[in-house]
């Protein structure tokens, strides 16, 4: 009890920058468009991808200036850590993979 207590604690979270990608119709491959930025706070990529997962899906967290489709598989997230690298990940249907940079086009 006391080490999980001790684990919450000593787990710092920290702040990412993230950018969702989108096409302009579902299903396409080509043509990726930048349709919302947002900072995130989260533990590791995977409290991130989790936490974008349930903003854009479900309808009382969406943000008001977001008019874009709910979060589906091909959309692409750019995790930003500025001086550490640009991480890309694609939804698919076994969840989020990473990718390399080159598919965003």
């Known amino acids: 009890m006391i080490r999980m207590f001790m684990e919450k604690i000593l787990k710092s979270t ?5 950018t969702l990608f989108q ?3 579902f299903g396409q491959i080509k043509g990726y468009r930048q349709v919302y930025r ?3 706070n989260g533990e590791d990529h995977d409290d991130v991808l989790a936490e974008v997962y349930r903003i854009f ?6 943000p008001k ?3 874009a489709r709910y979060v589906g598989t091909g959309d692409i997230l750019l995790i930003d850590e500025g001086r550490y690298g640009q ?6 249907p076994d969840g989020w993979e990473r990718i390399h940079r080159m ?3």
């Open 87 to 92: 991480f890309f990940y694609r939804l698919s």
């Open 65 to 67: 200036d977001y008019d």
């Open 57 to 62: 899906n479900v309808p009382d967290l969406v």
């Open 23 to 25: 096409t302009p119709q």
């Open 14 to 18: 920290q702040c990412y920058d993230v």
């Open 103 to 105: 598919h965003v086009r």
């Open 38 to 40: 947002l900072t995130v």
